[in-house]
């Protein structure tokens, strides 16, 4: 079992940066996908970014160019770094995990704020 816990939100004004973190309770080996989504008030969760065990990563449209998933194997971290943030930024993040070792296993955190506001 993985605990996940996000933190790192807040509120900032357009064009501000925010860097979330997600640190895991224990490693995971073999092939996983560590991600970010979102959700805003009245809308469904979408992913924001995610990257795979091998390095790959894949980033929504919306935020593609201002946004970087990275991670720290040491720290059992990944971060989302988020610039040039635009009010439509504003919603629920989650860190999620799926690992795909068996037996298979899905993990989310308890998400984190941020509101990009005047």
């Known amino acids: 079992q993985v605990q996940l816990v996000e933190s790192g939100g807040g509120l900032v004004q357009p064009g501000g940066s925010l860097r979330l973190s997600c640190v895991a309770s224990?490693?995971?080996?073999?092939?996983?996908?560590m991600g970010w989504y979102r959700q805003a008030p009245g809308k469904q969760r979408e992913l924001v970014a995610s990257v795979t065990s091998n390095s790959i990563t894949n980033y929504a449209d919306s935020v593609k160019g201002r946004f970087t998933i990275s991670r720290d194997n040491a720290k059992k971290t990944v971060y989302l770094q988020m610039n040039s943030l635009k009010p439509e930024d504003t919603a629920v993040y989650f860190c999620?995990?799926?690992?795909?070792?068996?037996?298979?296993?899905?993990?989310w955190g308890q998400g984190t704020q941020v509101t990009v506001s005047s």
């Open positions: 999620n995990c799926q690992d795909f070792s068996l037996p298979r296993a899905t993990y």
């Open positions: 224990r490693s995971i080996f073999g092939f996983y996908i």
